[in-house]
């Protein structure tokens, strides 16, 4: 997956990358879910990694916008913004859940 830069990106772009690639993880996620259901788990953990590496994506952008903060140039906090960030961590909660619950559920049926 190719890493996305800034400085080649309108803020409006950078939001849409954050939505698309934090929709994406999340679709993995609930995906990875009905698989464990189906009886699926090696193509459980596959989904849960390839989500992981759409979040990774995210983290880098979101974690660049945090830098330049840091570095003193103010962000614009749009609802946009706001959005995509709250798909992001949304979908990083949802993820953690799904892998907490995973070994429960194996172990219920065990």
Known sequence: MNELKLEELT???VCFQMILHSGNARSKVLQALRLYREG????VNDMLA??????SLVHKVHF???QKE???EQQELS???LHAEDHFMSTLTMKEMVKE???IFQELKS
């Open 50 to 55: 390839d989500a992981e590496e759409d979040l």
């Open 11 to 13: 803020e409006e772009q």
């Open 40 to 43: 699926d788990i090696e193509k």
């Open 64 to 66: 660049q916008l945090v």
């Open 79 to 81: 609802l946009l913004f």
């Open 70 to 72: 840091a570095g003193g």
């Open 101 to 103: 619950m995973i070994p």
